[in-house]
């Protein structure tokens, strides 16, 4: 990640780390499961109530700074 600084590395080796690559229906999703997505009450066990969906958006966003200057098409 350019330009981040050694968060930015940091943070994209953890997203690239964990993300699901099983090959099913799930593939190339992230869903993290940790102390605030567990603890018996019903709200807060899939994340904030956006499950894996929340949790793939907010890594696909944080990922884009990285490749928002590439030039695929050239």
Same mark, same amino acid.
């Given at each position: 990640m350019a330009g981040?600084? *050694?968060w930015? $590395?940091?943070l994209e080796g953890y997203l690239t780390g964990t993300q699901d690559l099983s090959g099913g229906a799930? *593939?190339?999703?992230?869903?993290f499961e940790d102390q605030h997505s567990k603890g018996g009450n019903a709200a807060?066990?899939?994340n904030a109530d956006g499950g894996r969906l929340?949790?793939? $958006?907010?890594a696909i966003l944080s990922l884009q700074p990285a490749y928002a200057g590439l030039?695929?098409?050239e």
């Open positions: 981040n600084g *050694d930015g $590395t940091t799930n *593939d190339g999703s992230w869903y807060r066990e899939n929340y949790c793939t $958006t907010f030039k695929i098409l």
